[in-house]
């Protein structure tokens, strides 16, 4: 069975990296010089590292779960002795080399289970920093632009006296998949763990059309994710522990559970992906109702691919402007000026032509119920080729630009002295607070007011607003020509965070916006006469 470990040592850890970074989190001239400078462990230590739990086996062998909620991605540092692996890392490393000096181990190696779309990784920073090679299975050695080691299926890797790491080949998500499985050498060459990458998910499995996949069709990547499954995941020991990839949340498949881990046996009896024994019934099963992929997938992949450069570097060449030269951006077309304070304070005051995608709880290890995810809804709503200009309230610049680096995303220079030092004109807008029944939406629906949902169509079908348009987040730009610029409109999601960047984007264009504090919560709870099931959603209730 699984143990968690409940005393944390990183806790601590975390305590002595704040009271060492408090005299510079202050100081934005200060920190940057400290990055100029060359002190890239610097650049990270204020924010949470993300780790979740603590996995340990009666042999000593430890599976620490980094979590970052705000890309629903998890990665992994797996030690025995003095001996260490980090699985899938983020692209901000220093969470990893902090963990591995505190506990004394030796970073041996860098395993990535494919080339990833959704996030870009640190492999290559890692590697710089810690001397370990980076791993990548069968087939990826002629797209990968930098020093690695390219697996065989079946490959076996030292790490102690106990355990080693198999590769086992698992085409499906992408040619190049790989789960990495911990052999017990000393109980007969047991497998025990399984790091089972965007294969296999807790209650899913990887989607077979994304970037990665290019040159193959949606349904020949799902009959090979399907064998891969059957004959490679499903053959495992029951009590094999699985460490996925991702959560819930993540656009790399569908219905992803929100647990950390599970074991094979019970992925086996609930695992919806793992109940065909027709290829034909997987396929459709597998290519129907998986999420939009955003558009900054392709660019991950090709960033993955090449290397990206060490993240406090790039950080430290992103320059302050200031408010004169910020308004000069916003008269560019090719230029969008982000807004990362939270919707209230952006609805009460901001720059006219920004649009508002809050960073939501710092670091985004954890998001609270206002919060989104922030580098995800970027990469959706802006495309590379946007230069992307920041106004954050000052101590979370370097945040800001960190969280963006995590999807490739480079800030091209940010607001110096935020909002405050703002000299012109500002603009807003009243976030409707539903608080009765007889007052507030209805007046305006009777006004001419109409309602864009911006949820998922999925959302949509579920349950929503009589009169609502559906105008998913993810395809505004597909519906903005459809709607009328004298018209106003009023925006909801499921609880507000959505909304605001639908209503800031939509402001941007011309158009005339407002959204609804609380989502559809609040109307559901409000005036669940005008919506579609005609009953107050329960969650929704729950959550007011």
Known sequence: MLRKITEFRFLTLLNKISELASGCVNSHVRLFTMLANGNVAGFNKTLPSGLRDVIKTPKGLEVKIFYLEC?????????????????DPRRDVDAYILEAQNEGLNIKGVLETHVHADFVSGHVELSKRTGATIYFGPGSSDRLKFPHHEVKDGEILEFSDTYSIQALHTPGHTMESVVWTVVDRSDGGKPIQAFTGDTLFI???????????VGYSAKEMSERMYYSLKNKICILPDDVEVFPAHGAGSPCGKNLSTDLYSTIGREKATNPALQYDNVGKFVEFLTEGQPTAPPYFAHDVQTNMEGAD????????VPELSPDEIKVKLSMKSVI???TRSAPEYAAGHIPGTANIPLGAEGGAELRIEDGNFAMWVGTVITKDFEIYLINEQERNLEAIQRLGRIGYKASGILSGGIKAWNNKLSCY??????SKEEGLQQLLSSGHKLLDVRTAIEYASNSAKVAMNVPLANLDEYVDKLERDTPYICFCASGYRSTIATSLLNRLGYKAQDIHGGFAAVSVFNPELTTSGEVCSMCADNM
């Open 71 to 87: 890309l629903a991605q998890a990665s992994y540092l797996v030690s025995h002795k003095q001996t260490a692996f980090v699985i």
């Open 203 to 213: 209650g899913s499995c990887g989607r077979p059309d994304l970037i990665g996949t």
């Open 310 to 317: 060490i993240l406090a570097e790039e950080a430290a060449k």
């Open 337 to 339: 000026v982000v807004d």
């Open 430 to 435: 009243k976030r409707l607070k539903l608080n």
